[in-house]
């Protein structure tokens, strides 16, 4: 997470679930005390985002296996290529706008 910088575009991934939201890191990351206990200082870390939207329905580790045409072992924060990143991009936009109209 101490990679992620201004301005880097962000996909949220939940263990079990997938893909469930992106945004846009609005700075840097910042360490607060975990749980506001000062007995756990600095222990949380975090990134401010803009942008931020949230899926209904995630994008599974398969789907993402199938439309990048690559496995990857998901962890606390990864990097992916340019062309994944476009790929995954345009799937979390496909159903994006699906949601919001099903919520009117």
């Known amino acids: 997470m101490t990679r992620i910088k201004k301005g880097d575009k962000i996909f949220l991934y939940r263990n079990k679930e ?5 945004g846009v890191a609005k700075s840097n990351y910042k360490k607060k005390d975990y749980h506001d206990d000062p007995q756990y200082k ?3 870390y975090y990134v401010p985002l803009t942008k931020f939207q949230k899926l209904e329905n995630p994008i599974t580790h398969a789907d993402i296996v199938e439309i990048t045409g690559v496995y990857r072992r998901f962890t606390t924060c990864i990097s992916i290529d340019e062309e994944s990143w476009r790929l995954l991009d345009a799937e979390f936009s496909k159903r994006y706008p699906k949601q919001i109209s099903s919520e009117k």
């Open 18 to 22: 997938g893909i469930i939201a992106r």
């Open 42 to 44: 600095n222990e949380e």
